[in-house]
């Protein structure tokens, strides 16, 4: 069945410094999602990439599609506190799975000021 | 501010009582879901309600009894929990079941 990898698992970040965290889906993807959640909270949206190669920016923060829909990255720039929280990549199969949304195991983030 | 809102925020039972958790939309939404999440682990998928159908049911045991009462309401029946089965479940929707999800608050879980 389809698997989503993420990494890196853990963070540590410098209040100001940049950083990546990768997904990779063992199978094509339809679209990848990604969604924010802060300790104690819940999952929140952040973007949808559909197409191949797709790259969206938010501010501060990068999203990239593979070329093969297979793989996803997030580049925070000049991090913030406010940027604490787990990221979770979120990958969308084909239509006869529409619903399963397949998460990564998520990027706990964690900013030193 | 989230816009599915989910009762109760927190909920301790004995493994022999029956309770029920609620989730409620009103985005017009055509699709909902029941998540489990344990500490320090993605959401795990349970349940999908598509046009309040169930599409999609992870093979999850008999003791978690969804029901889709309407097109805004979400429930999730509880009987006779395992201590294992204490946890985050949260609730979301979204347009179509291909499209983004938005959570609710979650409800937190304990098994006596």
């Known amino acids: 069945g389809q698997q989503v990898m993420q990494i890196p698992q853990y963070q540590h970040v410098q209040e100001g410094e940049d950083f990546t965290t990768y997904c990779n889906s063992s199978?094509?993807?339809?679209?990848i999602q990604w969604y924010k959640q802060r300790p104690g909270g819940h999952p929140v949206f952040l973007i949808q990439?559909?197409?191949?190669?797709e790259v969206k920016k938010q501010k501060r923060l990068t999203f990239q599609f593979g070329e093969a829909k297979k793989n996803s990255s997030l580049h925070i720039t000049a991090t913030q506190t406010t940027d604490v929280g787990t990221y979770f990549c979120?990958?969308?199969?084909?239509?006869?799975?529409?619903?399963?949304?397949?998460f990564g195991a998520g990027t706990q983030v964690v900013v030193t000021p | 501010d989230t816009e599915v809102t989910q009762t109760p925020k927190h909920l301790v039972m004995g493994m022999t009582n029956k309770k029920s958790l609620k989730c409620e939309q009103h985005?017009?939404?055509?699709?909902m879901y029941w998540y489990k999440q344990k500490a320090k682990k993605p959401p795990e998928l349970m349940f999908v309600?598509?046009?309040?159908?169930?599409?999609i049911n992870e093979s999850v045991p008999s003791r978690f009894s969804p029901e889709c009462p309407n097109s805004s309401l979400l429930n999730l029946h509880l009987h006779a929990l395992q201590p294992e089965d204490s946890a985050l479940y949260l609730c979301?929707?979204?347009?179509?079941?291909?499209?983004?999800?938005?959570f609710g608050d979650g409800t937190r879980l304990s098994i006596l």
């Open positions: 990439l559909v197409k191949s190669g």
């Open positions: 979301a929707s979204s347009q179509d079941s291909n499209q983004p999800q938005h």
């Open positions: 985005m017009g939404h055509r699709a």
């Open positions: 979120a990958g969308l199969g084909t239509t006869d799975s529409w619903g399963k949304l397949q």
């Open positions: 309600y598509s046009y309040e159908k169930l599409s």
């Open positions: 199978t094509t993807l339809s679209n």
